[in-house]
């Protein structure tokens, strides 16, 4: 079990860049609740200009295919 979401490293060529930027997408993988859920979202949410949706994760997904297959269909 564990107590945070972790962030997981994507395997190549599993998650497209940010549509809104061009960073690098981060999976997160979060068991904390009663189901487990992956998240995607864009890394780059740090700084003085962050972008749009960095910190807004796309929804939970059972599945990490699931949660990757809704990121790199999203468009900007
Ligand atoms: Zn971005």
Redesign the pocket.
Known sequence: MTDEPVIVTPKPGELLP??????EAGLEHDATGRLATWRVY????LGKEP????LTNTLGYARRVEAATAWNRRVA
């Open positions: 940010c549509p809104f930027c061009g960073s864009c890394r780059d949410h972008c749009p949706i960095g």
